[in-house]
T-cell receptor, first 109, second 114 residues
């Protein structure tokens, strides 16, 4: 079966760095996405990886290793507004998205 | 630019009633999707449409139907609502010809079936 695993919850301190991991087992691979979802709101697109390596976008970076079925989202200089759930999703060979359950990130002052 | 508009935002419904959740996008995206999101579970695909006039079943299609008469509209109908359909429903769209094909989501419809 297809599966996406990510931690349920993480806590970090304002100004610090946090890494949210995602491992996947899917039927084929056509890209990995990270979305941010604030409580009570819709998910919004953060990043996309289709080749191995690191993609940097401001304070956020996303890494992919296709051979290991592994990705991480790195958030630097954490701000209180970064408190949200972070969703990992993989697009499979049928071009369908398989979603993880999300990681709730709590930022403490 | 509105993006994707869903209606209603929230609804309480008696079991057995018929309900249609509306979704309209103004981005001219070819693909549209309906997801449900439940606590502790990932987004689960109910139905999708790759282009106007076509629809397909997702992971959890039972009890739901969709239509795609034109590019902009993608309504989701619950023919006879049951309490297990209590959830937050998100409509989304994507441009499959785009660079990444990322999804754009509506604000969600919170449905409670009693």
């Amino acid at each position: 079966g297809q599966n996406i695993d990510q931690p349920t919850e993480m806590t970090a301190t304002e100004g610090a760095i946090v890494q949210i991991n995602c491992t996947y087992q899917t039927s084929g691979f056509n890209g990995l996405f990270w979305y941010q979802q604030h409580a009570g709101e819709a998910p919004t697109f953060l990043s996309y990886n289709v080749l191995d390596g690191l993609e940097e976008k401001g304070r956020f970076s996303s890494f992919l290793s296709r051979s290991k079925g592994y990705s991480y989202l790195l958030l630097k200089e954490l701000q209180m507004k970064d408190s949200a759930s972070y969703l990992c999703a993989v697009r499979d060979s049928n071009y369908q998205l398989i979603w993880g359950a999300g990681t709730k990130l709590i930022i403490k002052p | 630019i509105a993006g994707i508009t869903q209606a209603p935002t929230s609804q309480i419904l008696a079991a057995g009633r018929r309900m249609t959740l509306r979704c309209t996008q103004d981005m001219r995206h070819n693909a549209m999707y309906w997801y449900r999101q439940d606590l502790g579970l990932g987004l689960r695909l109910i139905h999708y449409s790759n282009t106007a006039g076509t629809t397909g079943k997702g992971e959890v299609p039972d009890g739901y139907s969709v239509s795609r008469a034109n590019t902009d509209d993608f309504p989701l109908t619950l023919a006879s609502a049951v309490p297990s359909q209590t959830s937050v429903y998100f409509c989304a769209s994507s441009d499959r010809a785009g660079t990444t094909g990322e999804l754009f989501f509506g604000e969600g419809s919170r449905l409670t079936v009693l």
